[in-house]
Each structure stands twice: as structure tokens, then as C-alpha cells.
């Protein structure tokens, strides 16, 4: 079917817009059942809808002409469907710039290849940044989508003031399902998934907008929080509703209030933010110099020995060494002549001290403090 013709006053509301019935963003135009719908949108629904004429119903010039003019057509009209969209989300304090078919800033960088592409965030004032050119203030978004006309999206610059914005893309494809995972994580850890303004994707995918703390810190990743689930905060980027790419349009997902933006559980918060660094050395040693000389003189000369034995043990008998240390201690332990905590320490910064991990060390020195307080029968 040839483009349609809505030059129409018919498909015209001047009263009112209305969210379009496929991306979501408002619209004055109405189709022919007069349901709010862009052009654009309406036209690019056809092509992929299958129960309208296959492709080769609609009528191609031959030599390649009229499809190259549809296809600037269609690039300009993508073009104004993604600024309008980027202005709206710019109202709601999301941070925007253009972006290609292919998901890649439209603005090329203002400087040549090296460090000061590297490490300018678009101090220099100029258009080309990436990311770092995304703003709220609508005179600097037309500016760089007139820089780049061939634009057909925008990206949205996600971790910023206001929302801080986390941006959680729940694939459905490749026998992924994000948001099946979602839903999981959220039974097992106790959390509600809040209704929030939420994107569906070209593949059938959902982009839920979430806001953050400021002071949140959690990395962007893909897969890792769950099977299906990337994350994008501080740094990264989503595709915003309203954006056409190469697979087809993004746009808000039915049913969804594009003004809310809802609080990310704390819950989930906490899956997105890594598990703190290797804890450091358990035993802090001047501490444990103190406790030992607080023992009376046969304790601190026993502690002393076994600690010094397990120290001076070369690499392949270390584990050896440190049960047999564990068993001494353990028996004085066990008679209430060494407080069993400060046995524990001294052996694990001992047995640390060989180069044995925290874990190997004290799974030693509680079968060998076993042994010592003769509740362990087997062998070593
Ligand atoms: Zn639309
Ligand atoms: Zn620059």
C-alpha cells in the first residue's frame, strides 16, 4: 500500500493530542478508525503488520528512483518523530542527544583521533560527545539535531541529575527472558517490581526507567544481575521511545504512564551494587600482640611457639603444620587455659602468613582445635 494521504483535515484533531496507539508519545493526527496515531508510525506498522498486502503489492518504480526518495522520505520523517520524542523526555528530565539508525551518536567528535578525543567531555563546548552532549535544554537539542539531520533516535543519557536514572533492559530473544528474570529476583529477594515508565524495544524487549539515589554506585553490566538483564546507570545509555533503529521503532510500552518514574527497590538496588572488595587481613596484628601479652606467661609462650612453627613451615607441609598447631592450642582451649577466640586469630594470622587462603586456614583450625578438644575422631 503507497504511503497513506493524511493531508485530510479527518486525521486532524486541533484539539487535543493524544498518546500515539504505537510509540506512546502524544500526537495530534488519528488514523482512519480515528485512534491517535503518527504517520510515520502508522505507515511503518503496515509494513511490518502481516495482515496488511505483503511488500510486493506496493507499487516500486522500477530503476530505484521513487524507493530512494521513500527512503529520504522516511528518514525525515524518523527524523522529526525522534526530535519531537527527544523534547518530550527532555520536559520529563531525561538527558538527550541524537542518535543513527545503528544506535551510535549522530554527532561525529570535533576533534581528530588521540588523547583530546579521549579525554574531552564536551568541555570544548562544541557537538559530538557521545553521551556527554545530553541535556534537558531544548535550544541546544534542536541545535544538534539540525547538525544532524540523518539522526532517527536518541539516546538517553542515564546516572544524571534529576532521576539518576538506571535503565534496567530485560531482553526477550536468543532463549533469554529478562523480565521472567525480573519477576524471579523479585520473589526470591522480596520486592515488588513498581508500575514505572516502561520502553518496549524492536525485538520484544522492555527498558524500565528507574530512578536511583544520587549517591548510588553500581556498574553497568550486561547478563550479570540476572540472565537477560543489562543494567545501565552512571555512563550509560538507553534507546529513548520515540527512536526508529535499524530493527524498528522504540517506543512507550501499552499501558504505560511515561511521567512516572518510579524508586528503584532497595532491594534491587542491592543486586545491582557489587559485593564489597576481598575483606582485608581479619587479625589486625598490633591488636593481636596486645591480647597474647595480656595471657598469662605459659599461654603467650604456647601461642608464640605454635604461631612461630606454623611460620617457619616451608610450602608443602603448611596445612600440615597448621592442624597439628590447631591441635596443641586446641587441648588448652579445651581445658579453659587459652580463650578460644584469641587460639582462632593467632593461627589464621599464622597461617595467612604462609600464604594459605583465609578460607583454607579456617577450615584447618577448627578441625585441628577439634582434634585437640578430642571432638574429632578421624584423621587429619
Ligand atoms: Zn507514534
Ligand atoms: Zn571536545
Redesign the pocket.
Known sequence: MAALDWRDARHYDRTTDKPCRWCGLPTPLRDDQRRPAHKVCAEQQQNTDTSTPPAAAVPVAEGGVLPQLDRQEKSLAHWDHALAAAHFAAERGMRVFPITRMKKPAIPS??PPGHERDE?R???G?FG?GVHDATTDHARIDAMFRAAPWATGYGIACGRAPHHLIGLDLDRKNGLDGVAELARLAAEHGFTVPATATVSTPTGGLHLWLTAPPDAVFPNSVGVVGPGIDVRGPGGLLVGPGSYGARGRYGFASGTDPSTVAPCPPELLALLTPPPAPAAPVVDPAELRDRVRQQDAYTRAVLDGEAAKVRAQSHPGRAKRLFASAASVGRLVHAGTIPEALALDTLLDAGMATGLTRSECERTITRGLARGAGTLRSAA
Open positions: 570535533p576533534h574531552c564536551a568541555a570544548c562544541r560527545h
